[in-house]
């Protein structure tokens, strides 16, 4: 990792260097094509928006509409074809691939819709892995998972393997690996979109809980109106353009 | 490092296909090691030679026996110390499957110019020369046939017709020198002179080789040249080389199977590739997700390549120190078996050294298409992989 990154990282993790201004993150003129052989499929188009500090945002629409896209653009693992991405006052679309993969490490926790855990790995091992990037030691490393494991309540899960676990609880595990670097930004791409009505509704909470009391700003994709609801905005998405 | 422990957890995840995998390659490694045993016994012979030591034999072919007369000759020539000659006997000894060198020499010459042929006590070679019959064994063919001093060998004569019996009175070994052959058995050549004056045989006064030590190895060509010149018209014209040419000439004989052999343990290299990136494309392959998933948490290409590399030569190494460990046993067990073919059947150190070599470039190979698969495949398109 060079200086650079270092410094870039180091600025969008500090809160104070912000100026005063509230916005976390900041879309401007962005446009995603992707390419199949010759053909331009554009995704979305022109899109300008900011989302504020400490927000919890539903972004709704039917599929295809683009959404995992813009979510995949904000969280860095994929690149604008044009305008800019401002997470923190940083251009992320300027980074390259190793420094954006380390301000990912440090400032993304990503929750996808079907868990993608890593089945060969325990809930903790699960949940230390992006710690393992980290120049934490292995007792500090210990702490965190036991500390977030337990916000998601599955302190007693922790030698459990993925298959041993439900949808849900496996969604909890996710969200626990999501948060352990206490990152800046929580990206859901339909968290609750494989889950049970009964588990939908855990999930949710938990999500709400961390916005609310670790004052987490969370954006989410999702097909669910009961999920949307608990979000404070929802964004409706049609055909690659916000509505 | 902590990363590579992340490699371990993968052992988990198809545990028949990676025991299938690392027998395999145990396989292999063992087929390998095993090959070039049997490729370094044959050359051993050559190997075993000295340097300093030149034989002197027909001209057309060492089958056709040479005067006796010609050792003063020999002996004469400048730069030349120690003559001895010998004359290949062979015969059925029990039955024809027992194979072992069985020869006339001068018994006075023999085990100074075989210097590292040792024969511990005086009294043997003392013995060999005075008594007719006298023959002195290599003490792994002693141990074999359970020989003591004073048995007696009982030889039906092949290229020397008759029954002929030997009265052990010594025996000879290494003094543990692996690479001596401690599987001859050797005889007063006077024995088999008389016996063939008597039968007024052509073959009388003469004999296979000479063998001679000489001061300075620079000097070979041209004391060779000298002997051979010495008795280009004669009857029985001369060829003299170093006792490692004239080894080599033997070994020449199955130069195209040796070839065939050397390719083949680089054929079984080849096997043990394939058979480790067949199982490392399968598992990439079913991980493509997951290295997405690894790389949105932050995970470089730079790690995952690491990880899969690291998979690739750990599970290689695991197969090639298992077969490498069933090598020894079998080695033994071959080594006893086939002592009198292969005298000298070790396993080498280089063998061991050329196996881990080819055991980390069969686990780099084997991670050129996992790494290509995992490295260009976009994040994006990673996660919207099936399967
Ligand atoms: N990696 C990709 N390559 C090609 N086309 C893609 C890729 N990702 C998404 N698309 C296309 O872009 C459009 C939007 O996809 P996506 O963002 O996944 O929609 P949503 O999440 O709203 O269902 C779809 O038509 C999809 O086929
Ligand atoms: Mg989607």
Sequence with gaps: MNANSDNLIQQSQNVENVESNNTIVSIQSLSKSYWREKFEIPVLKNISFDIPKGEFLALMGPSGSGKTTLLNLIAGIDKPSDGKIFVNNVDISLMGESQLANWRTNCIGFIFQFYNLIPVLNAYENVELPLLLTKLSKKERRERVELVLNIVGLSDRMDHSPKQLSGGQQQRVAIARAIVTDPLLIVADEPTGDLDKHSAEEIMLLLQELNAELNKTIIMVTHDPRAAEKAHSIRHFDKGELS | ?387
């Design chain 2, 1 to 387: 490092m902590k990363i590579l422990k992340l490699v371990l957890k993968n052992f988990k995840r198809h545990k028949l296909r990676l025991f299938l995998t690392i027998g395999g390659i145990g396989i292999t490694v063992m087929a390998f090691t095993l090959l070039r045993t049997v490729l370094y016994a044959w050359y051993a012979g050559a190997d075993v030679a000295a340097a300093d030591r030149v034989i002197t034999r027909h001209a057309v072919s060492f089958i056709f026996p040479l005067p006796v007369a010609y050792k003063h000759q020999i002996a004469n020539i400048k730069g030349v110390k120690k003559v001895t000659y010998a004359t290949w006997f062979q015969g059925i000894y029990k039955d024809k499957n027992q194979f072992f060198p069985r020869m006339a020499i001068e018994p006075e010459t023999f085990f100074d110019v075989y210097h590292e042929y040792k024969v511990k006590e005086k009294k043997h070679l003392q013995d060999l020369i005075t008594k007719r019959n006298g023959c002195i064994v290599g003490v792994k063919i002693a141990k074999e046939y359970n020989l003591k001093i004073g048995d007696i060998m009982v030889v039906d004569g092949d290229i020397y017709p008759g029954t002929w019996q030997f009265e052990v009175v010594g025996f000879y070994s290494g003094e543990g020198n692996k690479k001596i052959d401690e599987t001859w058995m050797v005889f007063n050549w006077n024995y088999l002179n008389e016996s063939l004056k008597l039968q007024n045989s052509n073959s009388a006064n003469h004999i296979g080789w000479y063998v001679f030590k000489i001061d300075d190895i620079k000097k070979t060509a041209e004391i060779s040249n000298n002997v051979d010149n010495l008795f280009k018209n004669s009857f029985a014209p001369t060829k003299t080389e170093t006792e490692q040419a004239f080894n080599q000439s033997f070994i020449s004989m199955s130069e195209s199977i040796i070839a065939a052999l050397e390719f083949i343990s680089f054929v079984i290299i080849g096997i043990l590739t394939l058979v480790l990136a067949n199982t490392m494309v399968m598992s990439s392959r079913e991980r493509i997700k997951e290295y997405a998933v690894m790389k949105t948490i932050g995970f470089t290409a730079k790690n995952i390549v690491t990880l899969i590399i690291g998979e690739s030569i750990f599970i290689s190494l695991i197969g090639g120190i298992i077969g490498t460990l069933i090598s020894f046993p079998i080695v033994e067990g071959i080594a006893e078996a086939l002592s009198r073919f292969f005298p000298i059947f070790i396993i080498q150190p280089s063998t061991l050294i050329i196996s881990v070599v080819f055991i980390i470039f069969a686990g780099i190979v084997s991670s050129i298409v996992p790494v290509m698969h995992a490295t260009k495949m976009s994040i994006v398109d990673g996660l919207r992989h099936i399967g």
